[in-house]
RNA sequence: GGGGGAGUAGUUAAGUUGGUUAUAACGCCGGCCUGUCACGCCGGAGGCCGCGGGUUCAAGUCCCGUCUCUCCCGCCA
């Protein structure tokens, strides 16, 4: 090695050791004659010193001539800083390392923005220059703690049994769910593999070769439209188990997720999670991944809103409120602005709104109210100094828009506490959606999810009813995990790709394997997957999952540290037996 | 596919109802400094104001187009 110690580790039980450091140049602070140099590797920093009253000595010009972010080694002694020079904030503040020799492994250019964490520059050329980025502690931390995340996991799966198993990269192209990224055949001209949008065919029929238990840190990617929140390749936690019930499942990836917040965090998390179903989350917060940090619950008063004299009442399906205690410093301009907007982005005509003064409704749609005022007041437990804001509109609409204003809210009145972590399971989802241009049902999840037993009987009847054995799990009001118990019954599955609509023939050809596998003894089984980048990136308390991935793309899908994607040139094109056709829109 | 926002020095930003030489901080270069740690002080260089067109005596500023990035809806677990 050439060195012998890392810039994180020296303290004062190294002083008098002879010592070398390898790092790059943090800062040089030149005071003349005196020179200190903080030298920064992945486990710190350590202040350096040279000092001589001979202001030619070469090592000192040596010093003077080092730029920022610079590859040297320090070759030195370890010595106890005076008690008024110790830096308090920093691990080795207490000590120095005496330069006697210098040696610059490597010079720098002048970079492109500064290596520091209170400098950020604009994130395209962050990506472009990834590798400088990554020299930022912060950033350092963030993938140590992503590293925790891994090792955590497969600590506690292993101990539970898991089989830690690869599935393929180049699969069949299943035109279900998100588009796939496809990739040529070469010794296939015309044929084309797809990247994984997840291993699920391939970990059901794990368990149907008897695997038992199966995990894997899987990428998965999708070709969709990109988000903060949603890049193209993301990696999943992803497990499976036979011989299941929904509730095992809960406690292995509760488990495994003890075992993170233990390592990562020292918090035993309360186990088992709190369960909430579908329908109850619904109604409570409008939303199937509810941040229960906060209260702010919502009501559905559609009855007793039909007997206002409030037009707008009249006419919708659903009436829904929000109550919000102690209201009182949301301004006009909040209401009809920001509040009025988010409502709307999610497909509400208006917000309307009134408050609780002096024991009646007052302001807003307030005058419209007095027909019914005493029964919503008490049905909605409204008290002095409420603001209270409705949306007409089916029920979705009313649940998506004032789901938005209540996380709209709940950062405008500080109703966050930012120290909890809130797990919630959601269960009993609908098997089925309606999907409206299609005019037939979607799987809510995937064409796999077990329906619950009780709920079988509908199957032919009524399939909006039917609900799955399909939960997820959320903290902090984010969906980390998805999962459910499978289908092992052929009868079950082909009754199930019959009601939304897709052909015997199609289904056979898509994935007929599967089907067939189930044919030889499936065993019961379900599992889940939990998106590892935002799990890291909440326990990094990063907003933007792209702070937790060491190479991520940009919003729009290009690398631009290679700047990928990029064209093929002919002879690979040829290879492949493909043509490009520019002028073809799509 | 649709909507909002942004693009000015290496970086991050300011730039008034359109008006002389386009500012600041950090970085960079030079000088001074023996206890700094966001070192300090003095000096300096650095600009196609994203690109193209238009309005005007005059455009960083107004208009049109275009490119790039960003946030959101749709889409997507």
Redesign the pocket.
Known sequence: MLRTHTAGELTKANVGQSISLCGWV???????????L?LRDRYG?T?C?F?????EHPLLAKL?SL??EFCVRVDGVV?M??E????R??PS?EI?V?IDELTILNESC?????V?D????????R?KFRYLDLRRPKMQRNLQIRHQVVQATREALSELGFLEIETPMLIRSTP????DFVVPSRLHPGKFYALP??PQLYKQMLMISGCDRYFQFAQ?F?D???????VPV?T?IDMEMSFVEEKDVFAAVEKYMSNIFMKVKGIKLDTPFHIMSYQEAMDRFGC?KPDTRFALELKTITELAYKSSFGVFKDASCVRCLVVPNGESVTRKDLDGELADAAK???AKGLAWTRVKEGSLSGGIGKFLSEIEKPLLSEIGAQEGALILFVAASYNRCC?ALS?VRLKLAAKLDLIDHSQFNFLWVND?PLFEW?E?RKAY?A???LFTMPKVEDIQYLDSDPGRVRGQ?Y?LVLNGV?L??G?IRINRPEIQSQVIDIVGMPKEEAESKFGFLLESFKYGAPPHGGS?V?LDRLVAILCGES?I?EVIAYPC???G?F?LDNSPAQLNPQQLGELKLSINPSQ??
């Open positions: 943090d800062q040089l602070r030149d005071i003349g004659q005196l020179v200190f903080s920093v202040q010193v000092e001589s009253a001979n202001a003077k730029g920022h010595r800083r005076s008024k020079d110790i830096n904030s920093q503040g120095e005496v002048e970079l492109p923005f500064q520091r209170d400098v950020m520059a604009a994130d395209d050329l990506l279900e769910g998100a588009r949008q997840s998965a999708r969709e439209d990109l988000r903060a929140d949603r993301h999943q199937d982005i999610y497909g998506a938005a989802f999907d241009d979607n809510m999840h995937h399909l997820d969906e995990c998805s459910s997957a998106g933007s792209r940009n919003n729009v290009v631009p829109d799509a």
